[in-house]
């Protein structure tokens, strides 16, 4: 069983960075970071391939967050920049070992982590 714990959630303001952290037992699955809004669908932010170390970003994210590995450390990041309002959701990183990097096709979940970005 992958155990996934995210970290580095907060509250922010506008303009404002935070950096998440994925910690993760198996290192060659596909990592992915996921957010859900209050009274929305839950949604892909960024993907990063175990094989490959390829690299994917949801339309809104683009030119602001960046997901990278720590191999040593078992470890995926997000780094968010210029944080907007709308950015405010619980972050969640999961797993896949094989397949798509979406909500629907990840194998492991973590708990998740609150970000707020406030005034």
């Known amino acids: 069983q992958l155990q996934l714990v995210e970290s580095g959630g907060g509250l922010v303001q506008p303009g404002g960075s935070l950096r998440l952290s994925c910690a993760a037992s198996?290192?060659?699955?596909?990592i992915g970071w996921f957010r859900q809004a209050p009274g929305k669908e839950r949604e892909g932010v960024s993907c990063?391939?175990?094989?490959?170390?390829?690299?994917n970003y949801a339309d809104s994210v683009k030119g602001r967050f960046t997901i990278s590995r720590d191999n040593a450390k078992n470890t995926v990041y997000l780094q968010m920049n210029s944080l907007k309002p709308e950015d405010t959701a619980v972050y969640y990183c999961?797993?896949?070992?094989?397949?798509?990097?979406?909500?629907?096709?990840?194998?492991?979940w973590g708990k998740g982590t609150l970000v707020t970005v406030s005034s």
């Open positions: 999961a797993a896949v070992s094989l397949g798509p990097c979406s909500p629907g096709g990840m194998s492991y």
């Open positions: 198996g290192f060659t699955y596909t």
């Open positions: 990063i391939r175990g094989s490959s170390g390829s690299t």
